[in-house]
């Protein structure tokens, strides 16, 4: 299934359409202030198997992020996190980062493994922000990567379709994605290191 948002102008029908997919266990295609991904309801462990399944990654090994809506997620999925990193992330966010964090005591609940740190964004793009103000809980997510290695990530909708729609329940066609993932940075041990240079300027680090 393909379903055709326009970001700035938000239809209602669709949304609750894609949330009642998603609170069903589904799996959606979406996109991102960055790359398209690929995501489904942290409340769905089935739907986090399945997601796993399609990434060939073997059950609770899987580094997924997760989307949320605002800060106020935080205190559920990741330990306190200092004030130096809270306010790096309150500066940046919405926007394109990943912050790595020391995670709560509900997210290997979630994995059905042993994980340490949580990945988190908060995609400066009103479809997952609207998404997951509607679920009430964030997206377990991925980045979506190009099958044939003609580019990392594909940005056209149509192709994105034509590759991921026999795998996931619907897909979103928000106009072209972006071709540079989110800048990550870990900040498990309490100071921001650089993992990965992204779309995110790095000179907030310093």
Known sequence: MLIELQPHNL???????????????????????????????????????KLEKIKGIKKGKANFS????????LSEYSKQVNNQ???????????????????????????????KTVGIRIPDHPVPLALVELLGCPIITTSIHDSDGFMDYPS?????????????????DAGAGGLVPSTV???????PVLVRQGKGEVDVLT
Not at 28 to 33: A, N, R, S
Not at 88 to 98: A, D, E, H, I, Q
Not at 156 to 172: F, G, L
């Open 85 to 115: 990193v809270y306010k790096l992330m309150r500066s940046t966010l919405p926007g394109p980062y990943t912050y790595i964090l020391e995670a709560s005591k509900s997210i290997p609940k979630l994995f059905s493994g042993n994980k």
């Open 185 to 191: 940075i870990d900040c498990s041990d309490g100071n």
């Open 66 to 73: 997760i989307v949320c809506s605002n800060l106020s997620h």
């Open 156 to 172: 056209d909708p149509d192709e994105i379709y034509s590759e991921w729609h026999q795998r996931v329940d619907a897909v979103i």
């Open 11 to 49: 239809d209602q029908r669709k949304l609750d359409q894609l949330v009642a997919l998603l609170k069903g266990g589904g799996l959606l295609v979406y996109p991102t202030d960055t790359v398209y991904s690929v995501g489904c309801s942290l409340e769905r462990p089935d739907a986090i198997e």
